[in-house]
Each structure stands twice: as structure tokens, then as C-alpha cells.
């Protein structure tokens, strides 16, 4: 035995040392591709219409039990809420059973109950499937929905909605749906504390009683069950469940934007831009496009990590922890979205590289080799997701409620290697619309929002609250000011109303500054009801704008026109110093906003409404009822544009008091015009006004 | 006394009998390198997971380079000396894997998930890993700002994100669980090159390691292969620094107010417990269970159904290598005050101090156990990572096969033990998490 013991280490040090070289320079080759066998399941139908599916697999003592209903979207309006509160409040009382004896009995075999709105599931060991059977179907079939548990779910719905608020991610989902959908969409409205303070238990038993039938429902088990214990679970635990006629509803197909538009809600303090770019895209489940598709978005940024957005933006920029996209079919109107959490500073820089790899996809045929990866990856994933039983069970469900070929999913794996790198460009093409996007960020809009402007056709951010309401940042204004008493105190700021209507004629004489260029200024108001503006340069008028009384005009480089329309509107408001005291005879209703602040300084913030519409809105100093601010939106051959003009430096001459430096933004130009000297009831005639 | 045996003795029956928990059969061995191999062969479906699990974790670091283990495995994925920078991911997803990481307070965790035939291709990639990462400037650039995003988006941009760190800032005072897994930025970025090297070299080493795989292959020659790739690395030199301090005991409540710009008032209670593995940790678990697993658990029956005080309420441990933490954790109702909910929490709590739980009750604990180890191990990545977590933090593999037996010895009066024990005033920090109006405008 001796022999034995030294040669025992002898051997094993040989072993150690005849260890295969590997060639550590390459990836070692694969091996044969294993097959990949899909999973068996069985159907059935019981006499009420209730479709069951059954995939048995025995590998672990638990089955699992999930009842769908395939029922149209419903646009739930002002009571938005009020279905996944049927959901919610299904397993909190039956005629049977109170919500803790409900709690009880699933806690105590260890095993869980949900209810949704449109469904229900469940699961245990499997020696306790009857246990849970037992409650499932009383649940299902005779809930109560008591009252008190309503009250306690609108509490904690109302608590969710406040917790949300600081919430980017929560914003983002909401807003990007309301942008994409829009809010009268099922796909896009938001339940708000309006319409959760609005749902009665009516709402919730009406909604109960008219979807939840065995005609529309799908009963999938999956798990330690044979399919004949499965048919006779379903039959007794299911089989007195009521059919009966649904409710169906079509909805307006939405739309997408005729140009890119940036949506922005503003969120106080964030660190980081929640961006979520989408549009609606006509793509249903097992479309013959389906599957290039699916091989397209994830060249862009599906699950891989070596996809288009995650190797841009994290891999090469460092802009974000993650970069991806998506694209869902979907029966009704599916949707694509890429999506990324950037900080501030890189958020304009971020959205240019979205749009610049979405852009391309459209337009360039992608490589082989990145078509051949992708593959590889998907190819993958179809077989790693066959671990889970409950894959085959969605299989099989998705093939009945989509009406897909029996072999869908057999021949899955054929029909992704069978996509061709044409078939990505045709399909990008078809789905993609780089100039149809809904540019949606959840983010700091001090830091962030007007960066963005550049991304929108009409060069506009459009600001939102978190539940897609226009977005204002004012604090109300306090009890008794009102848009009356913001008028008076601007006219007392000028001088007093008295003083105004013995205001004849107004001359101001100064510079206007046009970039580099300073040019001579003279305007002139008489009457309330004439004007006359003129800019020279070196005694040669470089542009003249008169305005008689009744007609108007205007000539730049010896170019004259006639002022008509809005345009003629316009321009008598302006030569009224005193319209904001008889706003009516312009058709406008003045309305306070509330305080906002300009340069730190609290503003009174006055909307000037025509018709319903935003004409103008005007900024006056708390402190002082100066008129500090006046900004409108107007049409113009690049669309429309804001014109934001400040008034400061405010100078009083024989008891009138009015701004010697005004400066007009309009996108990025700046014009600035300095009064020199204001001239009181000067005498001026009526020829000075004369039109061109 | 004859009575009371006998019933302990049916309820051991009873235990024995209701293991429903499927047997994971496994081999381990050791490489001469130190390297512990850990092998589960299951052939359901053709995939394998290859997982190597390193010992080292934020409680390694030096207090004065924090967030190092973390950032490391950012930089693991750049590449080695036969591996370019960012091909790692794309071998994986090139041959239809997946693969990522993620790093503990003790320990950093790397896998890939592969079809059956691509077996070796997962273990070149980590033994490159393990042999000779390559770490370039421009990548520890790159993964510097992606960290920041990281900790941005999971921390800074999140509804009360901060509520691990402050939680264990005020729970820590000595040991180094008392800093974030994620962190110092500062710290990062002060880091040397030579700091990084010095680090792979102590820690990432096989005698730290265990490369744990499950799924479809073939145990006799999957060990050739682990042989051919990793037995040439060399074993580590450095002694691997494992901090020995210990937490002080305490012996006053710590009780603070963070302010932020959530809405709704959060309340954490945490209370300092054994490590993982003490009979004591079980009897926590349980009592935990007791108190937030399901509708009609204690918390939510009463604080959350019946009193609304709480849109949440939970208890949970964190289970670590050192003694660790249980919370309760619950989150306001709006307009509700939240003493009002401490309070409630605390009732609840001295009620299991004064009154032994039913037995039905102790027996629904048992049901949920059992239910929750059957459910465990469903995926051959989920086994990969266990087998390797209980050799790691207790030596002993087969736990994956007997831990259960520890939750379910846990009687009424051990879990009404642990309570008197552990969960009182002194033992705890108690943090309110408040709206600020400041702090809501972003100063």
C-alpha cells in the first residue's frame, strides 16, 4: 500500500501539469448548438365562454393561476381611477368573506392573491391550490365592495398621488403617455385628486358587473397540475361564472405632431432630466413587420447592452447610467419610446444624439455584422426565457388573443433569422418618425427648459404640470388685488388716471440699438388714437410706421405697405396709452394670473385674453404698479414666435413717469431703445401722422 | 411535561413532512490557487450560468476612497490583455448571453447567463477577468461620469433616495457599513492609478474568490476546462484587509429629522441585530414576517387597513457578513403626523413582546418560509448566486438545501425573545424623513 501512497500524489501532480493549453488570445469556439424545444400546453373551454390554457410542469411543487379579461381600453374621463379601483377593491369583502378573513386565509398556506382591473391571479404550493381556489372564485365571483374600503383606497390613492410629485420617473411615464396619446386617450389620461375625489361605488359595481364575464376571460395555470385537475379546478372553482354580452368602444386613432414639439414638466430641485422621446406607432402584435421591428429597436436600444443608445450615450459620452428604446404593438395604437435619465448640464447634447441615432436608422443600412449580433442576442433571449414555464403560458395566451398562426412562436426563430438588413431600413422608414416625436423631459427647468427650444419646430418648450395641465409657477395673489386694482396702480405708477387723461400728445426722442448699429428714434402719440414711429440712420429713414387714426401703415428701406387686420389692431391698441382702463373696446378681458417675479423682484402677472385665446400677458411691479414686462406670441413665416419686451430705467418728466430703456427680444435678436427725452402736450398736428 | 414533548414532537414531524423544497445537488472543490469551485447540474433547459463572487465589498475600502469596490466593477467590464475595451458585453450578447454585476457591503458579483454550448466562452471572460484585467485612462473617465449618473438617478433624483445612506450614517458610527456602497464622488476622484492596480491585486485574486456555475452541462468536463483557465492564475500575496472593528453596543436611542422634498412623512426605526447565520437572525426574520408579509400580517392589518395610518408599512432585515440591521419602515398617510405613526408601529411591536403568537399563527410563518424556499430557487442563475453566498458568508454550501430548517426551529417564544431583545429604544435610530419648503425649491 505504500507503493500506492506516493504514487497517488505523483499521478495527480502529472494531472495538474497535462492541463490543457488553452489559447487565452481568441474567444474559444462554441460548441453544437443545443435544441431548443418549446414547452407543451392544452387548451379548453367551459361551457360559460371561459378560455383556460394549462402548462404543467412539474419541476417545483407550485402551480400558479392568472385570469385575464380581454376587454377594449376605457377612457375613464373625470372619474379617471375608478376601474383600477374595481380591481383594487375586488378582494376586500365577498358575500362570503371580509377583507381579513380573505388576508388570512391566503397568508396562511403561504400563498398570494391580486386583483386588477382586468383580472385576477394567484399562487401556492400545490398542495394548497384548492385552499386558494377556494377564495379566488369567491373573490372573482362574489365580491361586495364595501364602502368603507372604497374611502381607504381613495385615502391611499390621494397619499400615492402627493408621494408622486417628486417622482421623475412616475412624471415621465405619465406625461410622455399624455403627450403621445394625449389626455382624452385611454392610453393618455391621468387619474388626478379631481377625479379620485369624483368615484362612487357605483362607478366601481357598474364597471364589475359589465366586464367581468367568463366570455371574455382567459384562464392560464401553469405549474405542478395535470390538465385533467386543471379542467376540473376550472370547472368547479369557475364553471357557474355568468356570461354575458361586454361593452365594447372604438377611439379616434391619435395623432402625431405635424413637427417635433418638446414637452417639459418642470420638477423643483432635480439633479437629472428623466428624457422619454415617443410617438405612436400602427404595429399590432404578430404583424408580418413584427419581428424586424423588434430586430430594429434592438439595434437602437432594446435589452442589449450593445445597442446604438447605450453604447453612445453611457459607453462613449457618459451622459447617463442607461440609454434604451422601445417599441410595443399593440391592438388599439402601439407606441415607440427611447428613454434616458441625463444630468442637466448634457440634456440638450443627450436629445441630439437620440435624435441623431434614431435619424439614422432611417437612413442608413445597418452593417452585417451589427445585424448578425443582434440576432445572436434575441436568438438568445428566446431560448434563456424558456427557463420560466409561465413563457410558453404567454405564448399560448398571445396566440389566442391576437389571433396569431398556431405556429407563431415554433417558427419564431426561422422568422428573426430570416430578417435582412433591407427589411431594417424598410421597416425604420415605415415606423420611425424622426420628425413626428414628442420630445418629453422631467427635469429642472432653470437649469434645463429654454436649452431646449431648439429641438421644437415652432422653437417653443411647451411647459406642463405633472398631470398635463398648461404649467405656472405663480403663487396667488393676495385677497383683493385684483386685475382692476393691477390696472389702477400701473396708471397711478405713470402719473394718476387724472394726469393720463389730460395727456395729449407724447414725444419720445432717443437711439435704437440693432446689434452693432445705433439708430436715430422718434416716436410720437397724440390723442390716444395716432402714432408714429421712425428710425433713421445719418438723416435717411431707415423705416417709418404711421398710424392716422383709422389707417395704418408701414415702409422699411422704401418698401411701404398697408397696415391692415390684426396687424391694424394692433398697432391702434398701442396708440392707446390708455387702453389696459378700456381693454373691452379691444376686445380683451384682462385676467390675473397671479405673482410671479422678474430679476427677483414680484411681479403681478396679467393674461390679456382674446376671445378665449392668449393674446398678451403683462408683468407689473408689486411694489411699484410699473409695467416691467409685456410679452405676446405672434405668427411669423418661421412660425410662431414670442416677443418678450422689458421696460426699466424709469424717468419722470412733467409729472409722467415712463421707461427710457426699452428692450425687445424676439428669439435671439435684441432691440434697444434708450430715450434721451420725453416731450409733454407737445403741440402736434395731425399731418405728422399722415400714412405713406 | 410529557404533554409538552409530544407536541414538539409532532411539530418536528409535521416540519419534516411539509418540506415540500426541491433537493439542489452540487460539487465543490478547490483549485490550488484558492479558487473554490462550485458546480449544480441541471439539464431543464440549455443554459448555464458562470458566476464568480468576490469577497470584497464596500467594507473593505479605505474610509478615506469610498465607493472603490463599486467603481471596480464598472471597470471590470473594460476589458484584459486579450480582451479590447467594451468588447466584454459584446462576446456575451454576441453569443446570445447576458451578463452583469453587482456590488454588497461585502461582496461584488459577476455573471453571465449563456446558452449551454457557450459554456467556455464564459469562463476565458472571467478568467480574464480574474488573470489580467486591463484598465485604460479613458475608461476610468468614462466610468467615473456613469457612476455620478448612477448615483444621480438612483439616489439624488429618487423620492426619498437617501434613505439607505442616512439610515446607516446614523446606524454606523465605527464600523464601515456606516458609508454607502455607491460612495464618495470626491473620493473617486481622487483615486490614483496606482490605487486601482493595488486594489485588483489584493482583492481580485482566486484565494478571494468562488466561481459558482449552474445549468445544462457536464460536471466532468467542466472540470478540465475550469482547470485549463484558471488554475494558471497565480494565488494573491497581499493579506486581504477584513475590518475587525466592532460596532459599539448602544445604549441611547439616536433620533433625527432629515428634510427633504418628498411629500409624505417617512418613518424608519432601525434596530441593530446579529449578523447573518446567528439562531437569533432566524428569529428577526420570522418576526418580520409576523409583522409585514401579506394582508393580514400585524403592521398592515392594523397600522396600514385598520388605523390609515400608513399608504406603507413594512419590516425587513438586512441580512450582512457583520452584524447588520432591521427596520420597520412605513410611510404616511397624508395629514397623518408621524408620531402618530410611530407609535402605532411601536404597539404593534410590544405586543409581541407581551403576547406569545398563536400557533396558527406561528404556523402560517412556517407556510409563508416554505413557500418563499420552493419559490428560491426557480432559476439556475438564482441557484448559482445562493450556492455561492452561503459558502462565502458561512462555509457551509448545503445551507441551500438546510437554511429553511433554521427559519422553521424558530419557536413562538424565540420570536417573542428576539423582540424583548432586540427591538428596544436604546438598540435603535429612529429617523423621520419631512417635506421641506427649501428644500422642495431646490436650495
Given amino acids: ?692 | 411535561m410529557r404533554y409538552l414533548g409530544l407536541i414538539a414532537f409532532t411539530l418536528v414531524a409535521f416540519v419534516i413532512q411539509t418540506n415540500a423544497q426541491r433537493k439542489i445537488d452540487f460539487v465543490e472543490y478547490d483549485l490550488k490557487n484558492g479558487l473554490h469551485v462550485i458546480l449544480h447540474e441541471d439539464h431543464s433547459t440549455p443554459i448555464v450560468a458562470v458566476t464568480v463572487m468576490y469577497h470584497v465589498g464596500s467594507k473593505n475600502e479605505n474610509p478615506e476612497r469610498t465607493g472603490m469596490a463599486h467603481f471596480f466593477e464598472h471597470l471590470l467590464f473594460e476589458g484584459s490583455e486579450n480582451i479590447g475595451r467594451g468588447e466584454f458585453s459584446r462576446y456575451i450578447e454576441n453569443a446570445g448571453g447576458v451578463l452583469n454585476a453587482n456590488t454588497s457591503n461585502d461582496r461584488t458579483f459577476y455573471y453571465e447567463l449563456l446558452p449551454s454550448n457557450q459554456l467556455e466562452l464564459g469562463l476565458w471572460l472571467e478568467s480574464e477577468r480574474m488573470m489580467h484585467a486591463k484598465v485604460e485612462l479613458e475608461g476610468i473617465e468614462t466610468q467615473r461620469e456613469v457612476v455620478k449618473e448612477e448615483k444621480r438617478q438612483r439616489m439624488d433624483n429618487q423620492p426619498y433616495g437617501m434613505l439607505l445612506a442616512e439610515t446607516m450614517s446614523h446606524a454606523y458610527t465605527e464600523h464601515p457599513y456606516k458609508w454607502t456602497t455607491i460612495g464618495s464622488m470626491e473620493h473617486l476622484n481622487a483615486a490614483k492609478e496606482a490605487e486601482f492596480q493595488q486594489f485588483y491585486r489584493t482583492f481580485y485574486v482566486p484565494n478571494n474568490a468562488i466561481l459558482s456555475i449552474a445549468g445544462d452541462f457536464n460536471i466532468e468536463d467542466t472540470k478540465k476546462l475550469i482547470d485549463a483557465y484558471f488554475s494558471e492564475i497565480p494565488k494573491g500575496t497581499f493579506a486581504i484587509p477584513r475590518p475587525t472593528v466592532v460596532e459599539p453596543t448602544k445604549t441611547a436611542e439616536v433620533r433625527d429629522t432629515v428634510w427633504g422634498k418628498d411629500q409624505l412623512p417617512l418613518v424608519v426605526q432601525a434596530y441593530h441585530i446579529p449578523a447573518e447565520g446567528d439562531d437569533d437572525y432566524y428569529a428577526v426574520s420570522m418576526l418580520n414576517k409576523l409583522l409585514s408579509d401579506g394582508g393580514s400580517s400585524r403592521l398592515n392589518k392594523s397600522v396600514v387597513d385598520e388605523k390609515q395610518l400608513a399608504i406603507f408599512a413594512g419590516a425587513f432585515s438586512f441580512g450582512m457578513e457583520d452584524p447588520g440591521l432591521t427596520l420597520t419602515f412605513s410611510m404616511a398617510n397624508m395629514g397623518v403626523d408621524p408620531s402618530e405613526l410611530e407609535t402605532a408601529v411601536n404597539e404593534e411591536v410590544d405586543r409581541v413582546k407581551n403576547e406569545l403568537i398563536t400557533e396558527k399563527e406561528l404556523q402560517k410563518l412556517k407556510n409563508q418560509i416554505e413557500s418563499e424556499f420552493v419559490g428560491g430557487n426557480a432559476s439556475v442563475a438564482g441557484i448559482a448566486e445562493s450556492l455561492a453566498n452561503y459558502r462565502m458568508y458561512f462555509g457551509d454550501t448545503n445551507l441551500i438545501n438546510t437554511e429553511i430548517d433554521k427559519y422553521l426551529a424558530v419557536t413562538a417564544e424565540d420570536i417573542r425573545a428576539a423582540a424583548r431583545k432586540y427591538y428596544t429604544p436604546e438598540n435603535r435610530v429612529v429617523l423621520y424623513f419631512m417635506f421641506d419648503e427649501n428644500a422642495a425649491n431646490g436650495n
Fill in chain 1, 1 to 692: 500500500m505504500k507503493f500506492f501512497k506516493y504514487i497517488l500524489p505523483a499521478i495527480m501532480l502529472l494531472a495538474a501539469c497535462s492541463a490543457p493549453k488553452i489559447d487565452r488570445s481568441k474567444a474559444p469556439a462554441a460548441g453544437p448548438a443545443p435544441a431548443i424545444s418549446l414547452g407543451e400546453y392544452s387548451t379548453f373551454k367551459l361551457d360559460n365562454g371561459l378560455s383556460v390554457i394549462v402548462v404543467q410542469n412539474n419541476k417545483l411543487p407550485r402551480v400558479s393561476y392568472r385570469m385575464t379579461l380581454d376587454r377594449a381600453p376605457i377612457f375613464e374621463g373625470s372619474k379617471a381611477g375608478y376601474v383600477s379601483f374595481a380591481g383594487d377593491l375586488m378582494k376586500t369583502g365577498t358575500t362570503n368573506r371580509s377583507k381579513s378573513e380573505i388576508d388570512e386565509a391566503i397568508d396562511f398556506i403561504g400563498g398570494d392573491l391580486n386583483t386588477f382591473s382586468t383580472g385576477i391571479s394567484g399562487s401556492s404550493l400545490s398542495k394548497h391550490s384548492d385552499a386558494l381556489l377556494e377564495v379566488m372564485s369567491d373573490v372573482l365571483l362574489h365580491p361586495t365592495f364595501p364602502e368603507e374600503e372604497l374611502e381607504k383606497a381613495r385615502k391611499q390613492a390621494l397619499s400615492g398621488l402627493a408621494s408622486a410629485k417628486t417622482s421623475a420617473d412616475q412624471i415621465s411615464a405619465n406625461i410622455s403617455n399624455a403627450a403621445t396619446y394625449g389626455l382624452s386617450h385611454p392610453y393618455g389620461e391621468m387619474q388626478t385628486e379631481k377625479t379620485t375625489n369624483a368615484i362612487t361605488r357605483d362607478d366601481v359595481v357598474s364597471y364589475y358587473n359589465a366586464y367581468f364575464r367568463p366570455n371574455i376571460a382567459y384562464l392560464v395555470i401553469v405549474g405542478d397540475v395535470t390538465v385533467e385537475q386543471a379542467k376540473e379546478q376550472a370547472n368547479k372553482y369557475f364553471g357557474s361564472w355568468k356570461a354575458d354580452q361586454t361593452p365594447r368602444a372604438n377611439y379616434a386613432t391619435p395623432s402625431n405632431p405635424s413637427g417635433n414639439r418638446v414637452v417639459f414638466v418642470p420638477l423643483k430641485g432635480a439633479v437629472q432630466s428623466v428624457i422619454n422621446i415617443c410617438h405612436t406607432v400602427e404595429l399590432t402584435p404578430g404583424h408580418p413587420d413584427a419581428i424586424a421591428v423588434s430586430v430594429m429597436n434592438n439595434i437602437l436600444g432594446g435589452g442589449v447592452f450593445g445597442g446604438r443608445l447605450m453604447q453612445n450615450l453611457r459607453e462613449d459620452k457618459a451622459y447617463t447610467y442607461g440609454a434604451r428604446s422601445n417599441v410595443s404593438p399593440d391592438r388599439i395604437i402601439g407606441e415607440f419610446s427611447a428613454y434616458a435619465s441625463v444630468r442637466n448640464e448634457v440634456t440638450d447634447s443627450s436629445i441630439t444624439e437620440f435624435l441623431y441615432e434614431i435619424d439614422l436608422l432611417t437612413r442608413e443600412r445597418v452593417a452585417d455584422s451589427t445585424l448578425v449580433f443582434i440576432k445572436n442576442f434575441m436568438n438568445g433571449n428566446f431560448a434563456r426565457s424558456l427557463e420560466n414555464p409561465q413563457t410558453i403560458a404567454n405564448f399560448a395566451l398571445n396566440t389566442e388573443l391576437n389571433g396569431l398562426p398556431k405556429d407563431y412562436y415554433a417558427t419564431y426563430l426561422g422568422k428573426l433569422a430570416a430578417v435582412t438588413a433591407d427589411d431594417i431600413l424598410r421597416v425604420a422608414k415605415k415606423y420611425l418618425k424622426p420628425e413626428n416625436l414628442n420630445i418629453t423631459v422631467v427635469g429642472n427647468k432653470e437649469e434645463v427648459g429654454e436649452k431646449l427650444s431648439v429641438f421644437a419646430a415652432n422653437g417653443k418648450v411647451e411647459y406642463f404640470d405633472m398631470y398635463g395641465q398648461p404649467w405656472s409657477d405663480l403663487m396667488p395673489a393676495p385677497e383683493g388685488v385684483t386685475a382692476q386694482t393691477v390696472i389702477n396702480a400701473y396708471f397711478n405708477s405713470i402719473g394718476g388716471m387724472d394726469q393720463m387723461k389730460k395727456l395729449n400728445t407724447l414725444v419720445e426722442v432717443g437711439k435704437m440699438n440693432l446689434g452693432p448699429m445705433a439708430l436715430d428714434f422718434t416716436r410720437k402719440f397724440k390723442d390716444n388714437n395716432k402714432m408714429l414711429m421712425v428710425v433713421e440712420m445719418g438723416g435717411q429713414v431707415f423705416m417709418r410706421q404711421a398710424l392716422d387714426g383709422e389707417r395704418g401703415s408701414s415702409s422699411q428701406m422704401g418698401q411701404t405697405e398697408n397696415v391692415e387686420g390684426d396687424e391694424l389692431a394692433g398697432l391702434k391698441k398701442e396708440a392707446d396709452l390708455m387702453y389696459l382702463n378700456r381693454p373691452d373696446q379691444y376686445g380683451l378681458t384682462p385676467v390675473l394670473k397671479g405673482i410671479g417675479s422678474i430679476d427677483d423682484q414680484p411681479v403681478y402677472v396679467l393674461d390679456l385674453m382674446k376671445g378665449g385665446a392668449l393674446k398678451s400677458t403683462e408683468y407689473f411691479s408689486v411694489e411699484s404698479g410699473r409695467r416691467l414686462r409685456s410679452s405676446e406670441s405672434v405668427d411669423t413665416p418661421q412660425g410662431a414666435m414670442e416677443i418678450v419686451v422689458d421696460y426699466s430705467n424709469f424717468k419722470t418728466t412733467n409729472g409722467y413717469t415712463f421707461p427710457a430703456n426699452i428692450k425687445q427680444l424676439v428669439g435671439p435678436q435684441v432691440i434697444e431703445i434708450v430715450i434721451d427725452e420725453m416731450q409733454i402736450n407737445k403741440r402736434l398736428t395731425d399731418s405728422d401722422f399722415k400714412v405713406d
